[in-house]
């Protein structure tokens, strides 16, 4: 059973039941290789801004487990996780509480990937190419979260699914 994050009363939680088999499964995926030792969480949160703080708190605090350096703790996966979850709450589900966020991160000895998943259209990251000194966007208070998250970020992949949009956040230990 999943835990929704942002429900009046509800704390952050791992969902505990269940979620052994789908983190096996996604690190097989993502690292078939890997015979390192990982942990793995996964959280479901109604679209409320509320809600990014306590789960960015708790990937750093497993990055920072993992022996990720200080900057990548303190500034590498804070900023591009907020980014990826306020862009899912706000863009992809244009901010209906009613709508979950899943996410689901994964880190070992090695490296980072974080699954940020929105009930939204999705877009093609490859085709946001604008950078924050780009004339026309100088002005603008917002649209600068891909640009944070490929700076900070070894890869960040964009996919669209059947029923919303995934965004995977890849960063390898420093």
């Given amino acids: 059973m999943a835990t929704r994050i942002g429900q009046r009363g509800a704390s952050p939680r791992t969902v505990a039941r269940g979620e052994t088999v789908a983190a096996r499964a996604f690190l097989a995926e993502i690292a078939p290789e890997a015979t390192v030792t990982h942990v793995s969480k996964r959280w479901v949160l109604v679209s409320d801004l509320q809600c990014i703080g ?25 900023v591009a996780i907020t980014e990826a979850l306020a862009n899912a709450i706000l863009q992809g589900n244009r901010n209906v509480v009613s709508r979950t966020v899943v996410v689901l991160a994964v880190v070992n000895s090695e490296r980072m990937v974080v699954d940020v998943t929105d009930e939204g259209q999705g877009f093609d990251v490859t085709v946001e190419q604008r950078t924050p000194d780009d004339p026309d966007w100088l002005e603008r208070e917002d649209g600068r979260g891909i640009f944070l998250m490929r700076q900070l970020m070894d890869e960040v992949v964009s996919e669209c699914l059947e029923a919303g949009h995934l965004l995977r956040l890849i960063l390898h230990k420093a």
């Fill in 54 to 78: 306590p789960v960015v708190e708790d990937i750093v605090a497993l990055c920072a487990a993992a022996g990720f350096s200080p900057r990548q703790c303190r500034l590498n996966v804070p």
